[in-house]
């Protein structure tokens, strides 16, 4: 037994990383290039209209990120919070990857 709890609870303090991405509606606004002038965020990987990266922020800190985004011009279409699956957590902890 390695942990115990809620399920939110042991992702939570398993050090699960936030990633986020962000998809633009027309490819003109430097997506990438804004966000790596943001503090706090990093490994940022862009494709196409989308941007990925870590976020360490809570909820209330990505609602600023992206009004902040809005207002210097980000058509912003898209937020998804990408996350590790139970099993891909379990797999990480049991190999000893999280402590």
């Not at 115990?4 to 962000?22: C, F, N």
């Amino acid at each position: 037994l390695l942990r115990h709890g809620k399920i939110a609870d042991v992702m939570r303090s398993a050090g699960q990383t936030r990633r986020v991405r962000l998809r633009v509606a027309t490819p003109e606004f430097a997506l990438a290039q804004w966000l790596a002038g943001q503090p706090d965020i990093s490994e940022i990987q862009e494709s196409a209209m989308t941007a990925e990266f870590i976020f360490p922020g809570n909820d209330a800190d990505l609602a600023a990120l992206l009004r902040a985004a809005v207002l210097a011009g980000a058509p912003i279409c898209s937020v998804e919070e990408k996350t590790d699956s139970l099993e891909e957590l379990f797999a990480r902890l049991s190999t000893g990857e999280v402590m």
